[in-house]
C-alpha cells in the first residue's frame, strides 16, 4: 500500500504545496491536487515538480467539459516531462453544480465523455494522428462549422506512452466503466466498511471486461489521520470533517441531482442525507454541519490510539485500497507520516 496526501483549496497555493513537498523525505508517495473552482490543479502541479524529485504527483480531478480531450492529454503530457514521469491524471464527469454553474457548459453524457477522453488521452500520447468522431470531433467537419481543420498528432514526445488515468466515481454504471478502462479509481467518502456492499458488483462487472494488460485497478481512499490517546481529541479531529462532509452531502447538486447525498443514501444515512440536504440549501450550513452522523466521520476517518489507527488502516487495506490517502492532523506531521509509512 502506498501512501498519498491531498492539497485541498488552500488560500496559500505556495505555503501549501511547501508543506506538502517537506513530506516527501517523510516517506510519501504521492500527492492530490483539487480544482473544482478554485486554483487550477496543473498550475500546482507544475510548482509541486519542481519542489519535490520522487513523489507522484495527481490532478483529483481534472473535469471532462471544460478542457477538451486534447488539452488533457497535452496538460497531462506537460506534467509528464516537467516531473520526470511522475504525473498521475485523475479525470472525472464533476457535477451539474460546478460544469453548469462555473464553466457554463451542458452537463449531458457524462459517462461517454468520461470513457471517450480516456481514450483519446491514451491514442495521443502513443503520438497517433487523431481522426475522431463522437462526442468530440477531431477535426471538426465541415457540417458543423469547420473549414480549415485536419487531422494531427502531437508536436511534442511524451515522456510515457501511458500516464495512469484514475478516474473519480461513485455511481454504479460510472464506477463499472471505471473498473473497465482506467489505471485507478478516485472515490470520494470512501466508508470501507460498506465499500462491498455499495461497490461490489459494478467493480466486478467492469473488472471482467477489463483489458487484462492493464494490470489489476487501483484504488486511491482516505481521510484525516490523527495520533491521539484521548477519546475527546480523536472526536475533535473528526469533526474537522463536518463541514467538508456536509458540503458535499448537502450542497454538491439540486435534491435527487446529487451523487454524494446519494451515496450516503447507500451507506445507510438516509434520514440524516435529506437533513444535512434541507439545511444546507436553506444557507444554515452550521446546521447541515452539526447534522452529519457522528459514525459517518468516525469510519471515514483514521483517528485515535495507535492500534486503533493500524485497525483502520487493515480496513482500508482490506477494502480494496492501494493507496493510502491521508491529511495528517498534529504537531509533527512528517513524524506521522514516517510512522505510518513504516507500517504499510
Known amino acids: 500500500m502506498e501512501l ?91 457535477g451539474p453544480q460546478v460544469v453548469e454553474g462555473w464553466h457554463g457548459k451542458p452537463y449531458d453524457k457524462p459517462l461517454g465523455r468520461t470513457r471517450e477522453t480516456v481514450e ?44 495512469p488515468l484514475y478516474i473519480a466515481a461513485l455511481g454504479p454504471a460510472n464506477v463499472r466503466m471505471t473498473a473497465e478502462i482506467a489505471d485507478g479509481w478516485l472515490p470520494h467518502l470512501f466508508l470501507p466498511e460498506k465499500a462491498k456492499e455499495v461497490w461490489g458488483k459494478p467493480l466486478a462487472e467492469g473488472a471482467a471486461r477489463r483489458d487484462p494488460r492493464r494490470g489489476p485497478l487501483r484504488t486511491v481512499a482516505g481521510s484525516v489521520i490523527a495520533m491521539v490517546d484521548d477519546p475527546d481529541d480523536a472526536v475533535r479531529v473528526r469533526d474537522l470533517l463536518r463541514p467538508l462532509i456536509a458540503l458535499y452531502v448537502g450542497g454538491m447538486g439540486a435534491p435527487g441531482k446529487n451523487f454524494y447525498n446519494d451515496l450516503a443514501c447507500a451507506y445507510g444515512y438516509e434520514a440524516e442525507a435529506k437533513r444535512i440536504q434541507e439545511l444546507y440549501l436553506a444557507g444554515k450550513k452550521k446546521e447541515a454541519e452539526a447534522a452529519v452522523p457522528a459514525e459517518f466521520c468516525e469510519l471515514i476517518s483514521l483517528c485515535g490510539p495507535e492500534g486503533y489507527v493500524r485497525d483502520r488502516i487493515e480496513a482500508f487495506r482490506e477494502a480494496g485500497v492501494t493507496q493510502l490517502n491521508v491529511v495528517p492532523v498534529g504537531p509533527d506531521p512528517a513524524k506521522l507520516i514516517e510512522t505510518v509509512k513504516g507500517w504499510l
Open 120 to 163: 483519446l488521452c491514451r491514442r495521443i500520447w502513443r503520438r497517433e494522428v487523431i481522426d475522431h468522431h463522437g462526442i468530440t470531433d477531431m477535426p471538426l467537419p465541415e457540417e458543423k462549422g469547420g473549414r480549415l481543420g485536419k487531422p494531427l498528432k502531437i508536436l511534442t514526445k511524451p515522456v510515457r506512452e501511458e500516464i
Open 4 to 94: 498519498a496526501t491531498s492539497l485541498q483549496y488552500a488560500d496559500d497555493p505556495r505555503q501549501a504545496a511547501d508543506q506538502v513537498a517537506a513530506l516527501e523525505s517523510a516517506g510519501l508517495d504521492a500527492v492530490w491536487v483539487a480544482e473544482a473552482y478554485g486554483f487550477d490543479s496543473p498550475t500546482i502541479m507544475g510548482y509541486l515538480a519542481a519542489r519535490t524529485a520522487r513523489m507522484k504527483i495527481g490532478a483529483a480531478i481534472l473535469n471532462v467539459y471544460s478542457r477538451t480531450p486534447a488539452l488533457i492529454a497535452q496538460t497531462g503530457a506537460g506534467l509528464d516531462a516537467v516531473s520526470g514521469g511522475r504525473a498521475l491524471l485523475g479525470l472525472g464527469a464533476s
